[in-house]
């Protein structure tokens, strides 16, 4: 599926972009135009397209094999973020070095080197799903636990007494709160993968994707402007909010598919992009910049959406070039290859002919 590649190329673009106004101009949210938006649906289709590429239908779950895919994860996910958080510190010039790393492992987050670790931790519970369901032949397991996913969020935003319990130190420090509030989109992601076939004429209908989009305009104007729901029932129209606009993305990509090919400059850019995420994520930190002044000529003039959108995107361009570039420079070396980004260099095809008229 290449629209799903472009798509996710295009999510990755929304994240740096997002990054970019938050840290590099300084916007909040309450003030920005395009903040409260992207933050709806841009991690959500990161863990969805990662749950659905999770399944694999004629995958044997056994000891040896959830073991080697544990560890795989683990060298590609954990130990280079740990190796890039220490690089972004040491580039930051942060004073204490040591002090500033053990709080940003403290921190759900990790100065925002957090996805790889709760990306780690739904893999190896999702594992342990889909061995039952392959042993029970349902994919029933998957789908209860989706649904056990969807009321643990929506605990971590219900009223004090219940929601301190997510403040505990096991939650902060092992990120498992960050692991809870994506964990449904994951999982979401995997079942419509399972049940491809039918969710397919779901998107193809007519009445499909325009019931999306009014639910999106509904709720985001009752989340940004009425009001009218207070407490934990705030989080009703965000999460359907957050629904809505991520299926919508997905809808719009399926259905324009033939122009996110390889053979078209659109679809081949961002599928390079999509299949590049981890180097990306990992390098885009070190590589953002400070512009305040930005910022601030944005909150004055404010509210502008599209210029919100143009100038973070258009800076976000420029830095996940500079990203693609550091890291192909850092792959010629194989062993940076694996412990920066968790894989050894990929041969490419210039040199297997190479190596194959050489031994001819």
Same mark, same amino acid.
């Given at each position: 599926?290449?629209?799903?590649?472009? /798509?996710?190329?295009?999510? /990755?673009?929304?994240?740096? @972009?997002?990054? !970019?106004?938050?840290?590099?101009?300084?916007?909040?949210?309450?003030?920005?135009?395009?903040?409260?938006?992207?933050?709806?649906?841009?991690?959500?289709?990161?863990?969805?397209?990662?749950?659905?590429?999770?399944?694999?239908? =004629?995958?044997?779950?056994?000891?040896?094999?959830?073991?080697?895919?544990?560890?795989?994860? #683990?060298?590609?996910?954990?130990?280079?973020?740990? #190796?890039?958080?220490?690089?972004?510190?040491?580039?930051?010039?942060?004073?204490?070095?040591?002090? #500033?790393?053990?709080?940003?492992?403290?921190?759900?987050?990790?100065?925002? $080197?957090?996805?790889?670790?709760?990306?780690?931790?739904?893999?190896?519970?999702?594992?342990?799903?889909?061995?039952?369901?392959?042993?029970?032949?349902?994919?029933?397991? &998957?789908?209860?636990?989706?649904?056990? @996913?969807?009321?643990? $969020?929506?605990?971590? $935003?219900?009223?004090?007494?219940?929601?301190?319990?997510?403040?505990?130190?096991?939650?902060?420090?092992?990120?498992?709160?960050? +692991?809870?509030?994506?964990?449904?989109?994951?999982?979401?992601?995997?079942?419509?993968? =399972?049940?491809?076939?039918?969710?397919?004429?779901?998107?193809?209908?007519?009445?499909?994707?325009? !019931?999306?989009?009014?639910?999106?305009?509904?709720?985001?104007?009752?989340?940004?402007?009425?009001?009218?729901?207070?407490?934990?029932?705030?989080?009703?129209? =965000?999460?359907?909010?957050?629904?809505?606009?991520?299926?919508?993305?997905?809808?719009?990509?399926?259905?324009?598919?033939?122009?996110?090919?390889?053979?078209?400059?659109?679809? *081949?850019?961002?599928?390079?992009?999509?299949? *590049?995420?981890?180097?990306?994520?990992?390098?885009?930190?070190?590589?953002?910049?400070?512009?305040?002044?930005?910022?601030?000529?944005?909150? +004055?003039? =404010?509210?502008?959406?599209?210029?919100?959108?143009? @100038?973070?995107?258009? &800076?976000?361009?420029?830095?996940?070039?500079?990203?693609?570039? +550091?890291?192909?420079?850092?792959?010629?070396?194989?062993?940076?290859?694996?412990?920066?980004?968790?894989?050894?260099?990929?041969?490419?095809?210039?040199?297997?002919?190479? +190596?194959?008229?050489?031994?001819?």
């Amino acid at each position: 599926m290449e629209w799903l590649d472009a /798509m996710r190329g295009f999510t /990755m673009i929304l994240v740096v @972009a997002y990054h !970019v106004a938050q840290f590099g101009f300084g916007q909040s949210e309450k003030l920005s135009a395009s903040l409260p938006f992207l933050v709806l649906f841009r991690m959500p289709l990161f863990f969805f397209v990662s749950g659905f590429l999770a399944y694999r239908s =004629r995958f044997v779950w056994t000891t040896s094999s959830f073991l080697s895919l544990t560890w795989k994860k #683990v060298k590609i996910q954990v130990l280079p973020a740990l #190796v890039f958080l220490c690089l972004f510190l040491i580039f930051r010039r942060s004073h204490n070095f040591f002090d #500033v790393f053990w709080a940003s492992m403290k921190s759900p987050t990790k100065s925002g $080197y957090w996805f790889t670790w709760v990306l780690l931790q739904m893999f190896i519970i999702y594992y342990f799903t889909a061995a039952l369901s392959q042993k029970l032949r349902s994919h029933k397991p &998957v789908v209860i636990l989706w649904i056990m @996913a969807l009321a643990v $969020y929506a605990s971590l $935003y219900m009223p004090e007494q219940f929601g301190k319990y997510w403040k505990a130190p096991f939650y902060m420090y092992s990120s498992f709160y960050e +692991t809870m509030k994506f964990f449904h989109f994951f999982l979401l992601g995997n079942i419509v993968h =399972r049940y491809w076939t039918w969710v397919q004429k779901m998107f193809d209908s007519q009445w499909f994707f325009p !019931v999306l989009v009014m639910v999106a305009v509904i709720c985001c104007a009752d989340f940004f402007r009425w009001k009218t729901l207070t407490g934990q029932w705030t989080n009703l129209p =965000r999460t359907l909010a957050m629904y809505s606009l991520m299926l919508m993305v997905i809808v719009v990509f399926r259905h324009y598919q033939d122009s996110f090919t390889k053979e078209r400059f659109l679809g *081949r850019h961002l599928q390079y992009v999509g299949t *590049r995420t981890l180097d990306i994520y990992l390098l885009h930190f070190i590589f953002l910049p400070k512009l305040p002044m930005v910022g601030e000529f944005l909150d +004055t003039y =404010r509210p502008n959406f599209v210029v919100d959108i143009v @100038a973070a995107v258009s &800076v976000a361009l420029v830095i996940i070039t500079f990203c693609l570039l +550091t890291s192909n420079i850092l792959r010629t070396s194989p062993v940076f290859s694996e412990l920066l980004f968790g894989r050894k260099p990929v041969v490419s095809q210039l040199s297997k002919d190479a +190596t194959l008229e050489k031994n001819v």
